[in-house]
């Protein structure tokens, strides 16, 4: 079981992503700018974690990735979809709270 940190998990790729990650069982920490759209989009469900995130702000980015670990214990996947992330620092975790990542998903990278 992985936990994915996806950004812009309230609709689109994002939100799509985060289905098919809890349909296989593994664990979602779905960020929005209102996490109440994310709960809307995928329903309650024990391995999702809908968090507050506006991914210009550095600080929240740390909060967010802080409340991941606290509650699922570490962060294998991080998929920066909101296209405000990709590029910023603040989202590689590691240097900035302690937290690895196993891996780094960047749309942008990928081959479609």
Known sequence: MKTWFITGASRGFGARIAELALAQGDNVVASARNPRTVTERLGDHP???????????????KAAANAAVEHFGRIDVLLKWAPAARGRDHFRFAPHCGHPVDRTLIPEAAVL
């Open 47 to 61: 391995n999702l974690l809908p968090i507050v995130l506006d991914v210009t702000d550095g600080e929240q980015a």
